[in-house]
Every structure is written in C-alpha cells, then in structure tokens.
C-alpha cells in the first residue's frame, strides 16, 4: 500500500514536471527573438569580472568590450542598449548556461576552437578580440622568458582552454611544472598574488585586466612576451536558431564596418546625409539591411548611436586612456595592419 502511494506520488510529480518542462525550459518555447521580445530584455552571459571584457563598475553598471557587445545586441534586437540583463558565469558554467536557454548569447572572453564550435550545439558569432594566452609573474623572480619556467606551481581555471595549453606548452618544451587548479577567478588571483603559485596563465587581455585591477602592486608583475596559442575570443549563441545568429554576427560586422566607414556615436545624425553609398547602406538611408535580418531599416544605425562603433568601443574599455592601456595591434582594423574586416553591408 505504501509502494503502490509513494509510485503514484512519483508518477504524479513526474507527471507534473514533463507537462511543466516545456514551458521551465525557454530554449524550447519559440525563437530567440521572440522570446526577447516577450521579456523585454537580452540575458547575456558575462564573467563574473574581467577589467575592459566584463566588470561592474563602483555604481554596478556592467563595463567591458565583452558588456558592450551585450548592448549592441541589444539595440538591434530592442532597439534599446540599456535592455540587458548580465548573468555572471564561470568558465566551467558557461556552456551549460546557454544551451539550457537560460541566456540568450554568451559575450564572456571565451576563444573560438572547433571542440566549441562543433559539438555543443553552439555557434561561434566572430572574432570580438583577437588574443593570445600569456604566462604573468612576479617580476622579483627575474624570469623574462616562458622557457626559464621550467618547475614553476601554475595557478589555472578550470573549464578553460588554458589547462590544455599548459599541458602542451609545457610537454612540448619539455619542461616539468605543477598546476593549482581553483574554479574562481577571485580565488585564483588571490592565491597567486599571495605567492601561492608563481605563474598565472590566461589570455593576455585577461592577465593585463587583473594586474591593473587586482595587484597590490601592478609593477611587481610581468607578462613574458610569449603568446602560447592564438586565442580569438568571440561571442556564442545558440546553433538551432540561425536567424539569431546572424543578427548577432551582423551586430558585431556593424561596429567593425561603422569603425571603417567612420561612423561614429556622434557623427551618426551628420551621416544620415552622407553620399557615400556604403554609409548609406550601413544607416538604412538606402534599404536592405533591416529587411536582410528582420529588423527595422534603422537598427545598424542605433547601434552605432547608442554603443559606438568598434574603435569607440576598444578606446573606451580597454584603450590607451585605461588602466589596462593596450594597443590595438591584431585588433586594429586590416587597413592599420590588423585582422579586423567587415564584410561589407550590401
Ligand atoms: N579564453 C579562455 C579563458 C577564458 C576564461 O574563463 N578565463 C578566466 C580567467 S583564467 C576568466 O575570465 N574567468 C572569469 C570568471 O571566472 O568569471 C577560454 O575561453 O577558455
């Protein structure tokens, strides 16, 4: 009698739970788009603090190329930058996240491999930031080179791809090394800069952001020159909802071909008049654009209002006039020697 309550009980409760899956579930209950729309707002997956990709600032506003590319999606989707919700994940979070549907895209420093691309059922929008991972010590160790670490204690995150370029830098310059692996950021660095590890490994961005944010002293810290892998960090969507995709891949060829044509936040009203057709085209002043992706003529034209255009965006997070002060080297546009090109709106 018990068996045959408790077995009702169960079917009943499980019962409930396949008739509520669907609707609990909301990466099965529509297309992305409109499931923004319903809400109001974009969820996008951040990290839960890098300087210039992702980081609140002292009022909680969320700052970083990663956060504005969060907004620029959102002004094509919403027509509104400010309608962004920022969900925090950890690396070893991050997949999970946005397959179950529980954000609409992932703008978190996460590089492009086809381990990523392929199999989860995800798809890589573009290359955001063109990176490469980097080794960071204390400069008192008087190491200047990545050769000289050879039975060094590394600190690394989980679920990234700096374990297995680790495991391979080190075994290919056959060099021995022992790993701390610590699941939170903050836990890592401060485990490092306490000195219980002596090298931190990540993307080199990532490293110049902690030690302008978190070192006592950024000065008593070196990045050695090598770049161990080529690390293209890129937003991720969703692979069963192509339409999305490609507002997101556009939104971010917009900012890239804004920055080309030189459309910028502020001249965006001037250029509405401009004669040059590629400018014409990018503002919606000639159609196609909006009809292309299902959005109004004049989305490409909010972003750059609202966001700015790529160089804008760099200048502003991760420029010359900010703690982290990088150049723009692979990040520079193709026609300033760098790898930024954006195929043209037409
Ligand atoms: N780009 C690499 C590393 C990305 C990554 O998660 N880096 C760590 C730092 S080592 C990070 O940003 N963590 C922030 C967090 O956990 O919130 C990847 O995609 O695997």
């Known amino acids: 009698m018990f068996f045959s309550k408790s077995r009702h009980v169960v079917l009943a409760a499980l019962g409930a739970l396949l008739l509520l899956a669907p609707m609990a579930d909301p990466a099965f209950a529509g297309t992305t788009l409109d499931r923004i729309r319903q809400r109001g707002e974009l969820v996008c997956g951040v990290s839960q603090g890098s300087a210039g990709l992702s980081l609140p600032d002292s009022q909680g506003v969320w700052r970083g190329l990663d956060a504005d590319y969060c907004r620029a999606l959102a002004a094509a989707v919403l027509g509104d930058a400010k309608k962004v919700r920022f969900q925090p994940l950890s690396s070893a979070q991050r997949f999970a996240v946005l397959q179950s549907g529980e954000i609409d895209v992932l703008s978190r420093n996460t590089t492009w491999t086809s381990g990523r691309d392929g199999p989860l059922g995800l798809i890589f929008v573009g290359t ?18 990545a050769k000289e670490l050879g039975g060094a204690t590394v600190c690394v995150q989980p679920g990234t791809v700096n374990e297995q370029n680790l495991a391979d830098y080190f075994s290919a310059n056959k060099l021995a090394y022992r790993s701390v692996v610590i699941e ?7 485990a490092f800069y306490a000195g219980r590890c002596d090298v931190y490994l990540s993307d080199a961005s990532t490293l110049a952001a902690s030690r302008a944010a978190r070192a006592p002293r950024p000065a008593d810290f070196v990045i050695l020159p090598e770049r161990i892998n080529k690390s293209p960090l890129s937003p991720v969507v969703r692979a069963d909802d192509v339409a999305f995709f490609q507002i997101a891949r556009w939104t971010l060829n917009v900012l890239i071909n804004a920055e080309e044509l030189g459309v910028t936040s502020k001249s965006v009203e001037a250029d509405r008049a401009s004669t040059n057709p590629d400018v014409k085209r990018l503002l919606g002043v000639t159609p196609g654009i909006g009809k292309a992706f299902g959005l109004p003529e004049d989305w490409a034209a909010r972003v750059i209002t609202q966001v700015g255009n790529y160089g804008e965006i760099f200048a502003r997070n991760l420029g010359p006039d900010t703690p982290l002060a990088l150049a723009r080297g692979q990040n520079a546009l193709w026609r300033d020697g760098g790898l930024l090109y954006g195929p043209p709106i037409q």
């Open 128 to 145: 955001i930031f063109y990176d490469g991972q980097a080794f960071m010590v204390p400069a008192r160790l008087g190491v200047h080179s």
């Open 184 to 190: 939170s950021l903050p836990e890592l660095e401060a």
